[in-house]
């Protein structure tokens, strides 16, 4: 049995030389049409037109569809949240705390503390789908520097964007729901 599989493979071996050797010409042996073949493509590239920006001197201007860091939107100098919690509960990296606090009116709640953690947020987009009060957006902000760990968590200061600024971005959320 063990010599009949030796055989068998011992023949398949065989038979792809051969394919393989039957295959190529002289010339195509030697791999220089090849060669010239892939000089032409890298020649070629050279001339071609780049699309290489020259950032940061450059700057990306996203499209409303782009999702930047989530912010909290402000209306009228006022933060549209109401601090249910949504958008942290369906937080896979666990990067939002919300902290919800009593407001003058009746049964209006307000985010005393909102806080979302940059290191740990992936750009996911859960939380604005979440959000039943179209408080918290994808920005087209992209630019994330920090120093130092705790500069990462960005509070309600850093949070807050107004409705102006968010325009492009609350008028495509609208047409796509
Ligand atoms: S974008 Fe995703 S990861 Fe970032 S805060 Fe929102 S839900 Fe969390
Ligand atoms: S941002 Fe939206 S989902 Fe999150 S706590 Fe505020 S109202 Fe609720």
Redesign the pocket.
């Known amino acids: 049995m063990t010599g009949m599989r030796e055989d068998m493979s011992t023949k398949k071996i065989v038979q792809a030389k051969q394919t393989r050797s039957t295959d190529l010409t002289p010339l195509q042996k030697t791999y220089i049409p090849e060669i010239v073949k892939g000089l032409a493509v890298t020649i070629k590239s050279l001339f071609a037109p780049k699309f290489t920006r020259q950032y940061p001197e450059e700057r990306m201007n996203p499209q409303a569809s782009f999702r930047g860091r989530p912010v909290?939107v402000e209306e009228d100098g006022v933060e549209?949240?109401?601090?249910?919690?949504?958008?942290?509960r369906v937080c896979p990296a666990l990067a939002?705390e919300?902290q919800a606090s009593e407001t003058e009116l009746e049964k209006e709640r307000y985010?005393v503390k909102?806080e979302i953690n940059m290191l740990r947020c992936i750009f996911c987009g859960f939380?604005e789908e979440?959000?039943?009060?179209e408080?918290?957006v994808m920005s087209d902000e992209y630019e994330l520097v920090f120093r130092k760990p705790e500069n990462a968590i960005y509070g309600k200061d850093r949070l807050l964007m107004s409705t102006d600024r968010l325009k492009p971005r609350l008028e495509f959320l609208r047409k796509a729901r």
Do not use: K, N
């Open positions: 909290l549209r949240c109401v601090a249910c919690g949504l958008c942290a939002i919300v985010p909102f939380c979440a959000c039943p009060e408080a918290i």
